[in-house]
């Protein structure tokens, strides 16, 4: 991408918990937090600016929360509102750029370089403008990060949360002085596991990085992650360089990969086979009506597991081919039962998750000897069509009326949190 392009991400502060304060202006100076205030153990979603600056975090636990900041207003969040304040937000951008990429529900890439023009080239009053249209239309303020590439702007938006505009420009010219210096966990995509892998290389800083010779890095990383780290040395030496040559592109552009569900679990409640299966078959049921849905078939089935006893806690994934693409639940649940069983240890779980990858399409269905692959398929699809037109609660098995049951909660949310 050449270095005249001019990128900026936008990111909306405490999203969730700004729309919730522009919704209620009795709330306007009272630390307010979004979450369940009826699970003392639920998790805090966002937390707007008056509520951080008395410890209050994303992800604590609400009771954690309300005891740090006694004030605190916790509500409950709408999943439903928020989406639709966050497309609302997408046209807004798109009155000033007709190159807007979203990057999740709260930051989206806008490709500002042909709309220079139509404000005298300066680039401050473009962000002015859309910063202003932002918060006039929605209550909630915008976070400007720029650069040459959505790389440099991606990570110039972690440092404009620190400017009082909200705005910092992240180019070529000032790399050395403005994002080498930084611990080299600020890196974008670099985890905890990541940094203690740097440390270990001796690397703390993004800047040891970037100044080192690619070669070197290669070398480094391999010592320390085996051969099959070049991809992944490249990549993040690209990073540090700001190097990256994708552009902005509107919509959702790539191929779905895989497809799946996952869900949270109250450790307590499923320490038994029996419960864990009830859940295991509905996140089954989700994944395959989705593949249906994308007219996908899945060869490798997967599952992720989180186990507690509530001092202790480990996760683990494993993975099957299937004989035949599938997207049929009966076939699936089979493979995903299979996995968990031969690998669960028999600690309680506190999450777990089913996914198919490998996708196919759906336009050749292998035929069997033995069973009316077919005619599944059409009932299948025919409870897919009831559900879509009238709900997910509309046909459920009676399983998940069983105590550990989840899917009529589930029925009731968006995202694991409700509408």
Not at 147 to 176: C, E, H, S, W
Not at 253 to 260: A, C, E, L, P, W
Not at 289 to 318: C, L, P
Request: with cysteine; charged share 20%.
């Amino acid at each position: 991408m050449p270095k005249d392009r001019v990128i900026v991400l936008s990111d909306c502060q405490s999203f969730y918990a700004s729309v919730e304060k522009a919704a209620h202006p009795e709330y306007k100076d009272l630390p307010v937090a979004v979450g369940d205030p009826a699970r003392m153990n639920g998790i805090v979603l966002a937390a707007c600016p008056l509520a951080k600056a008395q410890g209050v975090t994303t992800a604590s636990r609400v009771g954690e929360a309300m005891t740090k900041c006694p004030g605190l207003v916790v509500i409950r969040p709408r999943m439903r509102t928020y989406i639709t304040v966050s497309l609302l937000i997408s046209q807004i951008y798109e009155r000033y750029t007709d190159m807007v990429e979203p990057f999740s529900i709260d930051e989206q890439f806008l490709d500002v370089t042909g709309s220079l023009n139509f404000f005298g080239g300066e680039l401050q009053k473009v962000i002015s403008a859309i910063q202003q249209h932002v918060m006039l239309s929605t209550g909630v303020w915008t976070r400007m990060g720029v650069g040459p590439t959505k790389i440099l702007a991606k990570m110039a938006n972690n440092l404009a949360k620190k400017q009082t505009g909200g705005v910092f420009r992240l180019g070529y010219d000032n790399l050395d002085e403005a994002l080498w210096p930084l611990p080299v966990h600020d890196m974008f995509m670099v985890g905890g596991r990541m940094t203690k892998n740097f440390f270990r290389m001796g690397i703390t800083t993004i800047g040891d990085i970037a100044r080192m010779e690619l070669g070197e890095f290669k070398r480094r990383m391999r010592m320390t992650m085996g051969k099959q780290s070049d991809i992944q040395a490249e990549y993040y030496w690209q990073t540090a360089r700001g190097i990256d040559p994708s552009p902005v592109v509107t919509g959702i552009r790539h191929q779905i990969k895989s497809v799946g569900h996952g869900k949270a679990l109250r450790w307590n409640l499923y320490t038994r086979l029996s419960d864990i299966e009830v859940v295991l078959l509905e996140l089954v049921i989700e994944v395959c009506q989705r593949a249906r849905r994308y007219r996908y078939m899945g060869s490798v089935v997967s599952i992720a597991v989180s186990e507690t006893d509530g001092n202790t806690s480990h996760s683990y994934s494993r993975q099957m081919t299937l004989p035949e693409p599938s997207f049929l639940t009966h076939e699936v649940a089979a493979a995903a039962y299979r996995l968990f069983v031969d690998h669960w240890t028999g600690m309680p779980l506190s999450r777990l998750a089913i996914s198919v990858s490998q996708l196919t399409d759906d336009s050749v269905m292998q035929l069997t000897l033995f069973d009316d692959r077919i005619r599944t398929y059409n009932k299948e699809r025919a409870i897919d069509q009831i559900k879509t037109r009238y709900g997910s609660r509309a046909l459920i098995r009676a399983s998940s009326l069983l105590e550990s049951g989840v899917a009529l909660e589930r029925a009731e949310q968006i995202g694991g949190h409700y509408k």
